[in-house]
């Protein structure tokens, strides 16, 4: 069953959002994180160079760094 009216709720979303893609991910994954985090009012959206779609598996290091940057921010 689709879910519609998805990305019209997006703007209502009133917490600090971070999308965290590999760079190599497929170029619509990497769209669509880019899209729902420039939709709300505090999304960041972050790359990690050299990986695809498990940036958690394949840099764990630098996604722990990406989400404690962004954590003290908030």
Do not use: C, K, Q
């Not at 998805?6 to 994180?33: E, K, Q, Y």
């Not at 959206?45 to 404690?68: K, T």
């Amino acid at each position: 069953m689709p879910v519609t009216g998805t990305w019209a709720r997006v703007p209502g979303i009133g917490v600090p959002v971070l999308t965290v893609n590999g760079a190599l991910d497929a170029g619509d994954l990497i769209a669509g994180a880019e899209r729902f985090a420039g939709a709300v009012r505090e999304g960041r959206s972050v790359l990690v160079d050299g990986v695809a779609h498990y940036p958690n598996l394949e840099r764990p290091e630098e996604l722990n760094r990406i989400l404690l940057d962004f954590l003290r921010d908030l």
